[in-house]
């Protein structure tokens, strides 16, 4: 038996196309060293670490058997995609992942064109592979659509309705259902593994079509029957029979860690002539890192972490997070009312439900990647008298727009969202910003909308909510931890649509929203010093607006400044609406505006996102000496005056 070490392969392969000249013998010991390069990468990064190992061979498999990138694979949301730009000549970039100028944490298009669709968000990735699929079919060109979906995603209904309408792409739509968590199938044994090899064989389907068209010859009852008899054989063997009415033509489960038998499966799929086509895959989320097998989150997201032990680089104490405040401050809440239940989106432990969940189980529902249906679903505990909070991200909200307008606003209904991730967050980049609830929300009729400056703020608007049963209200908070400030042990009910006098002056006017706060009384320091007195307010509210403050600031300064974390269309707008229809804007008032720029942000650290977007103390100061065109000598003499 040989001793000798053996070649390097990864070292060997920059693209797919390189991929595809190893041995098959070749690719197990080629799948390790992938591995091992996303772990010893994600080690230096932070990110999505056990989603990326369980799919190490599934994507070794999918780049050697299809022609990808004329084969289109779109990974559904993107964070299991690390093993996939190490193999599309990304290796070289690799351990610049979600940083400043770096790789994204999830597929993108400006990337390479390997990356055929962007994603972040879940349950997208068989409409867009079909997409893909109908069009190619369409033209006459060879190129298959395949997406790789995780049994997670498959709770959104937009997965099935991708599904019910793909039949017309034929053998050109390759659905990969990769299950870690789910276990919807049989146990995956070596039995399953044969059965897969054989009916996904060209000589089955080719039997079996030949089946068909001789079963169009037979009365209608016996052509039914055979139908059915071939259904519940194949689908007591293997199950897949849901997936058999929705029109596809289902194989596995299979193991998604054996090469062996991933290999023969994709080629027959590859060259089926029959389809749709969906692969059951079976993988084990943090498979070969036994830091993250033993993990109860199998290590989803991480932080810098030690390669050798699995220790992750933490953060020195500090304040509390947002949602755990948001979460403690709901438990008490739920204390005192029986009525109030908290409701998320497979989120959990990102909005702080987990936490009340511990305490109120009868009273917690995690429905899973549905933010539609979360919200339907809290519009009718509304109804019937119970106090919803509605736990999501700002961006995750979006995917339920249109039920916060017909299913909540149109009908009144008190539910209360609580919107975590508001604003710029970080290294998840554009995908995941909240940049756009304030603008998305506050348009609509019957809706409050509340941000909080600090973690004390988000406590006084968490019990205002519940305790608001006259409409839908909305609280809005940043990812990330808090300012510091002491947590009330009583809460206030804030008065609905007013705001509060942080800092008094008389030039200089800061309308605030959010926690930008902190750098409004930084800006204000700085303007003091310069000999221009700053007001700052906390206007908490952007819906209704404190119009009786604004007024009052905008006609008593002269010049005033709003500053939110949101798009345009937020509060800038609505207070120079405001201004407009109230004539104050024709009194010659200088009113600047600053918010999110129009664009999407790439990731980055917080504070630097902010300061690109010239939302920090120093563009606070710059759009202020602009609007009074400042200069030193004017201010020292109007102050010797």
């Known amino acids: 038996m040989s001793t000798e070490p053996k070649t390097p392969l990864l070292d060997q392969v920059r693209y797919p196309a390189d991929l595809r000249k190893l041995a098959p013998e070749q690719l197990t010991q080629f799948a390790d060293e992938l591995r091992q390069e996303v772990i010893s990468a994600v080690g230096v990064t932070g990110g999505h670490l056990g989603s990326g190992l369980g799919v190490v061979e599934l994507t070794t498999a999918i780049h050697y058997v299809f022609n990808t990138p004329d084969d289109r694979l779109v990974w559904d949301v993107g964070h299991q995609c690390y093993p996939h730009k190490i193999l599309t000549g990304r290796r070289d970039r690799i351990r610049t992942l979600r940083t400043g100028g770096g790789l994204s944490g999830f597929t993108k298009r400006s990337e390479s064109e390997y990356d055929p669709f962007g994603a972040a968000h879940s349950s997208t990735s068989i409409s867009a592979a079909l997409g893909f699929a109908v069009a190619n079919k369409l033209a006459g060109t060879p190129g298959k659509g395949i997406a790789v979906i995780g049994d997670g995603a498959m709770s959104a ?158 953060a020195p104490p500090g304040p509390p997070a947002y949602q755990n405040v948001f979460g403690d401050a709901l438990i008490k809440e739920a204390q005192r009312d029986p009525t109030i239940c908290a409701i998320t989106a497979a989120m959990p432990s990102g909005t702080g439900v987990d936490r009340f969940a511990k305490a109120f189980p009868d009273r917690s529902f995690d429905v899973g990647i549905a933010e539609q249906h979360a919200v339907t679903f809290a519009a009718g505990l509304a109804a019937q008298g119970m106090r919803p909070f509605c736990a999501i991200y700002s961006t995750f909200l979006q995917r339920a727009y249109d039920q916060v307008v017909h299913d909540v606003c149109i009908q009144n209904l008190p539910v209360r969202f609580a919107i975590d991730r508001a604003g710029l967050v970080g290294a998840d980049g554009s995908t995941h910003a909240g940049s756009f609830d304030v603008t998305y929300l506050a348009t609509l009729p019957n809706m409050v909308v509340m941000a909080a400056a600090d973690e004390a703020e988000l406590v006084h608007m968490t019990h205002t909510a519940a305790l608001h049963d006259t409409g839908p209200i909305a609280v809005r908070y940043p990812r990330g931890n808090g300012t510091g400030v002491a947590l009330p042990d009583v809460p206030q009910r804030l008065e609905i649509g007013k705001g509060r006098i942080v800092r008094q002056g008389h030039k200089v006017a800061i309308l605030s929203l959010g926690t930008r706060l902190a750098e409004a009384l930084k800006a204000a320091d700085a303007l003091d010093a310069k000999g221009l007195s700053t007001t700052v307010a906390d206007l908490r509210f952007a819906k209704p607006l404190d119009e009786e403050m604004i007024r009052k600031l905008l006609t008593s300064h002269e010049v005033a400044i709003t500053i939110e974390e949101g798009s345009i269309g937020g509060l800038g707008a609505h207070v120079l609406t405001f201004a407009s229809d109230t004539g104050l804007i024709d009194a010659g008032l200088k009113l600047r505006t600053l918010r999110l720029p129009d664009r999407f942000q790439d990731q980055d650290k917080p504070e630097k996102q902010y300061a690109e977007a010239g939302l920090d103390a120093d563009a606070i100061i710059e759009s202020v000496l602009k609007a009074l065109r400042w200069n030193e000598g004017a201010v020292a003499g109007e102050a010797r005056a």
């Open 157 to 314: 209904g937009m997965a099935y309705e991708a599904m019910n309408n793909a039949e017309q792409a034929g053998n050109r739509l390759v659905v990969i259902l990769n299950d870690n968590d789910m276990s919807i199938a049989p146990p995956v044994g070596g039995l399953s593994a044969y059965l897969s090899r054989i009916v996904s064989s060209r000589e089955f389907l080719g039997l079996r079509d030949l089946a068909k068209k001789l079963a169009k010859r037979l009365p209608r009852p016996i052509a039914e029957g055979l139908k059915k008899t071939d259904e519940f054989a194949r689908g007591m063997a293997m199950g897949g029979t849901l997936f058999e009415e929705l029109g596809f033509y289902y194989v596995g489960p299979i193991d998604g860690h054996n090469l062996d038998q991933l290999i023969p499966v994709l080629e027959n799929v590859r060259d089926a002539e029959e389809g749709p086509i969906l692969v059951h895959v079976v993988t084990v989320k943090g498979k070969g890192y036994a830091p993250a097998e033993a993990a109860a989150d199998k290590y989803h997201g991480v932080q810098k972490f030690d390669v050798i032990t699995g220790t992750q680089v933490k």
